[in-house]
């Protein structure tokens, strides 16, 4: 009983608190199609190469980085449903954040506070998709660079080993490369401010006075050779040189910048996404005040990493993740100027901590439950999917093709494949961008959006009640409406 310290105390409820901010019912629209691949793979014992879920894409090749991470999140479904999906992504958040915690420098009072912060903003990115894969692995890379670079302890060796596996579950592995990249480029820029005979007065960017902290020549052209290493290590996968080229083309597909959310800039006036600005002014703010010589590694990695969340929300979670330590080394710095820092703290009661633990736990019980409940999970489909006009689509078999909602591709691929192949979801790497713009000029009822649906032999729609292109069918002779709820629409030719 008496082990049970302050510091364990806090320790213990910090994790347990993230665990419970972690555990939120599995209903994502694109989780389903990763479901329903997982599913495909299993039940053909083959990897898809080719298309083979749309009608307008049948046969394209199709890089699915994803596979293995599919396969775990069909497995963990098939085995305990979408409670076991949320469980599944709250213990991979919080594998994350011990990575992170353990990058951390000052008292538990400290690292707590940044975690939580940390934690509020990565939470828009957290969902039952292979994206998480990304999450843990980032950490994973930050985590074997801090020990390089800050302990001098060298486990370079699992860096190929993470980088086959990410490779083979999420398309995110240039998040791995950037963080190492940008302790190759720090440690160049920390040299080169002592070269320059940078101080204190001349910039707030220097080389600590610990010699330590600077990786040598030979130290530096190791990491440089593991990364090389690594970059052919991707290579280890079903698709080969495939997985390389898929970011870039990925990047080059204009209309995800356009159009979808998570690839589009923060939106700040929403406020879940607000604390990704609060972690980073802080950080700014407690680097000004610490008096601690800010390492051009760290500035580099919030720099590169803040740069990349302005461009795509998508990013909100890396950016925590990178931030909270290096935030957590000038709190610490700042912490031990005050009249407290240099303060012990006590033991506490040791049967007063375990009572406060006890109470924490059943609170947080309380708050993982709720999420994981029939009727909870019930209600979130009901808000955002087409679970009715679903329902009426299977009892009506309206003939050939669907054009359907991108949004609600992946939860029709679910429930419909293989009789109703999708027109759309959110495989964005299957479809080019020429084919996403003609799909958008569609649901806003551009051009020629009558050809196209002729063109695509397309029998029945599937779009958001209230929408543009449900206003233009109301009026278009020749489609008649079938279905109707507050979600979606039907209509069906003729």
């Not at 915690?101 to 998709?129: D, N």
């Not at 006590?346 to 009727?375: E, Q, T, Y």
């Not at 292109?469 to 629409?489: I, S």
Request: glycine share 6%; charged share 15%; net charge positive.
């Amino acid at each position: 009983m008496s082990r049970l310290t302050l510091i364990r105390l806090v320790t213990l409820i910090t994790f347990i608190a993230l665990f419970a901010m972690a555990v939120r019912t599995a209903v994502d629209t694109d989780m389903y199609w990763h479901l329903r691949t997982g599913q495909y793979i299993l039940e053909t014992r083959s990897v898809p190469m080719v298309e083979p879920f749309s009608s307008t894409a049948p046969g394209t090749p199709w890089v699915d980085v994803h596979w293995l991470s599919q396969v775990i999140l069909y497995v963990t479904y098939a085995l305990a449903s979408y409670a076991g999906l949320s469980l599944l992504v709250a213990a991979l958040v919080v594998v994350a954040f011990v990575f992170v915690w353990k990058q951390m420098s000052g008292g538990v009072f400290v690292r707590a506070f940044i975690i939580v912060l940390a934690a509020a903003t990565s939470g828009a990115v957290w969902t039952a998709r292979s994206q998480m894969a990304t999450f843990v692995f980032t950490a994973a890379v930050g985590y074997l660079l801090y020990l390089y670079k800050w302990k001098q302890v060298d486990r370079l060796w699992a860096l190929p080993v993470i980088f086959v596996i990410w490779a083979n579950m999420h398309g995110g592995y240039i998040a791995g490369f950037m963080l190492i990249g940008a302790l190759l480029a720090g440690e160049i820029l920390n040299r080169v401010l002592i070269w320059l005979g940078a101080t204190s007065a001349a910039s707030n960017v220097q080389l600590p006075r610990e010699a330590s902290n600077l990786l040598d020549w030979p130290r530096w052209r190791k990491l440089l050779i593991i990364t090389v290493i690594s970059v052919f290590a991707l290579l280890i996968n079903p698709f080969t040189i495939g997985t390389w080229l898929l970011p870039l083309k990925t990047v080059n597909i204009g209309v995800l910048q356009d159009f979808i959310q998570e690839w589009q800039s923060p939106n700040f006036h929403e406020l879940f996404q607000q604390p990704m600005i609060w972690l980073l002014l802080l950080t700014l703010v407690v680097i000004g005040w610490s008096g601690r010589k800010l390492d051009a590694t760290d500035a580099v990695t919030v720099a590169l990493f803040a740069y990349i969340t302005f461009l795509a929300r998508r990013n909100i979670g890396l950016f925590a993740l990178v931030c909270a330590p290096v935030l957590s080394r000038h709190a610490d710095a700042l912490w031990q100027q005050t009249r407290w820092g240099a303060r012990r703290l006590s033991r506490g009661s040791p049967i007063l901590n375990w009572v406060l633990l006890g109470v924490i736990a059943f609170a947080a019980a309380i708050k993982i439950a709720l999420p994981l409940l029939p009727s909870t999970l019930a209600k979130a489909e009901q808000d955002i999917l087409p679970l009715r006009a679903v329902d009426w689509i299977e009892q009506n078999r309206p003939a050939r093709e669907m054009f359907n909602s991108y949004n609600w591709g992946g939860y029709l691929l679910w429930r419909l494949w293989p009789q109703y192949p999708v027109y759309a979801d959110g495989r964005t790497d299957v479809y080019d961008d020429k084919f996403l713009r003609e799909y958008m000029s569609v649901t806003l009822a551009q051009d020629d959006w009558q050809a196209v649906l002729d063109r695509r032999n397309v029998g029945f729609i599937v779009i958001e009640a209230g929408g543009v292109l449900d206003t233009f069918l109301q009026r278009e002779v020749g489609w008649r409406e079938t279905y109707r709820d507050k979600l979606a629409v039907i209509y069906v030719r003729g």
